[in-house]
């Protein structure tokens, strides 16, 4: 739901998530008092978002979302508090440590709903979203942004219904489809749900309605293909795809690899820049070297022209005018087939 400026419209904002991945400093300690009761509060926080613009002296936001719900233990309030001046200061100065050009885990910027509501506390904005679900009934992509608020800030069973309805409405909705398949192969504990959700989001990819909102839309994949492998065993990715022409005629490509002997970075690349026409995962390994191998292999990284002759060889033969399966982006006739 955070976005901060500076993004194109091609690549979506990344979230708090992406922007603390791999920190080493420790969550935040915050204390803060309750609204209703007075009741003092301790919480530990992952991150917390600050408002580039300080709020006025009318203001009752403090101007920051923080990463979690905050319930009151006494009284039971939902984010109905007040920060202690020590905690607002402790925000406030992380803050100036992060523009300063040091990483930290409080982030300066606005968060927004997809509809440009700003966010000020999560329960505030999984309320908006779930009112933009009743405004907008037909719309899987209102319920697929409920799915991932709730997935933020724990509400795992919601989440699960919400990707679900998205789902009945669109089933090419890859995110959704990732976003439940690794609930499922995860936290959910249904792994072979989250197998069959997963399969049948891959097969959508070439004819997918939408990119997930979160992050080049590659990763999710191969951190479920990951998933994948350890609950279902050895799997392998068949592929079909355009591969260039001879005469005229468009030269399709169908090849399979074992998701065990690939580099998931040229996956990723692949996937994202390949005319695909088809993609499934199946249980039974390919023999031999194949096309997809060669292309996908990280082994070829190491040692992108040795033995790349003999390899094609062993490959199926593709026609003389089409792209050369070693990923040259010359003709075949003029790349390896001498």
Same mark, same amino acid.
């Given at each position: 739901?955070?976005?901060?400026?500076?993004?194109?419209?091609?690549?979506?904002?990344?979230?708090?998530?992406?922007?603390?991945?791999?920190?080493?400093?420790?969550?935040?300690?915050?204390?803060?008092?309750?609204?209703?009761?007075?009741?003092?509060?301790?919480?530990?926080?992952?991150?917390?978002?600050?408002?580039?613009?300080?709020?006025?002296?009318?203001?009752?936001?403090?101007?920051?979302? %923080?990463?979690?719900?905050?319930?009151?233990?006494?009284?039971?309030?939902?984010?109905?508090?007040?920060?202690?001046?020590?905690?607002?200061?402790?925000?406030?100065?992380?803050?100036?440590?992060?523009?300063?050009?040091?990483?930290?885990?409080?982030?300066?910027?606005?968060?927004?709903?997809?509809?440009?509501?700003?966010?000020?506390?999560?329960?505030?904005?999984?309320?908006?979203?779930?009112?933009?679900?009743?405004?907008?009934?037909?719309?899987?992509?209102?319920?697929?942004?409920?799915?991932?608020?709730?997935?933020?800030?724990?509400?795992?069973?919601?989440?699960?219904?919400?990707?679900?309805?998205?789902?009945?409405?669109?089933?090419?909705?890859? #995110?959704?489809?990732?976003?439940?398949?690794?609930?499922?192969?995860?936290?959910?504990?249904?792994? #072979?749900?989250?197998?069959?959700?997963?399969?049948?989001?891959?097969?959508?990819?070439?004819?997918?309605?939408?990119?997930?909102?979160?992050?080049?839309?590659?990763?999710?994949?191969?951190?479920?293909?990951?998933?994948?492998?350890?609950?279902?065993?050895?799997?392998? %990715?068949?592929?079909?795809?355009?591969?260039?022409?001879?005469?005229?005629?468009?030269?399709?490509?169908?090849?399979?690899?074992?998701?065990?002997?690939?580099?998931?970075?040229? %996956?990723?690349?692949?996937?994202?820049?390949?005319? %695909?026409?088809?993609?499934?995962?199946?249980?039974?390994?390919?023999?031999?070297?194949?096309?997809?191998?060669?292309?996908?292999?990280?082994?070829?990284?190491?040692?992108?022209?040795?033995?790349?002759?003999?390899?094609?060889?062993?490959? #199926?033969?593709?026609?003389?005018?089409?792209?050369?399966?070693?990923?040259?982006g010359k003709k075949y006739k003029r790349c390896c087939a001498g």
């Open positions: 739901m955070t976005e901060t400026s500076g993004k194109s419209k091609a690549s979506p904002p990344p979230t708090p998530e992406d922007l603390i991945a791999g920190h080493e400093e420790p969550p935040i300690p915050l204390v803060m008092r309750c609204n209703v009761c007075h009741a003092q509060l301790h919480g530990i926080f992952e991150w917390a978002c600050l408002h580039p613009k300080p709020p006025s002296k009318d203001d009752e936001w403090d101007g920051i979302l %923080l990463s979690r719900i905050v319930t009151c233990g006494r009284c039971g309030a939902v984010d109905d508090y007040t920060l202690t001046e020590p905690s607002l200061w402790r925000v406030r100065d992380a803050a100036l440590t992060t523009r300063g050009g040091v990483p930290g885990r409080v982030i300066i910027g606005e968060s927004r709903l997809w509809d440009g509501t700003i966010s000020r506390r999560p329960s505030q904005g999984l309320a908006r979203l779930r009112e933009l679900c009743v405004l907008h009934p037909g719309r899987p992509d209102a319920l697929r942004r409920l799915g991932n608020g709730c997935e933020r800030f724990g509400l795992l069973d919601e989440a699960e219904q919400a990707w679900e309805q998205a789902l009945a409405l669109d089933p090419l909705d890859l #995110e959704a489809s990732y976003s439940l398949a690794a609930y499922w192969l995860g936290a959910g504990g249904r792994p #072979e749900q989250g197998f069959a959700c997963l399969r049948r989001a891959i097969s959508a990819i070439p004819k997918a309605t939408t990119r997930p909102d979160r992050g080049p839309w590659p990763d999710h994949l191969l951190r479920l293909l990951g998933h994948a492998i350890d609950a279902a065993g050895p799997l392998a %990715l068949t592929v079909a795809w355009l591969s260039g022409e001879t005469k005229g005629d468009p030269v399709v490509t169908i090849s399979s690899v074992d998701l065990r002997q690939i580099d998931f970075g040229r %996956l990723s690349d692949f996937i994202e820049n390949t005319d %695909l026409i088809a993609i499934d995962l199946v249980s039974e390994l390919p023999q031999g070297t194949t096309n997809l191998q060669v292309l996908l292999s990280a082994e070829r990284l190491a040692s992108p022209i040795a033995g790349r002759a003999t390899r094609v060889r062993a490959l #199926e033969r593709p026609g003389r005018n089409a792209l050369c399966p070693c990923g040259s």
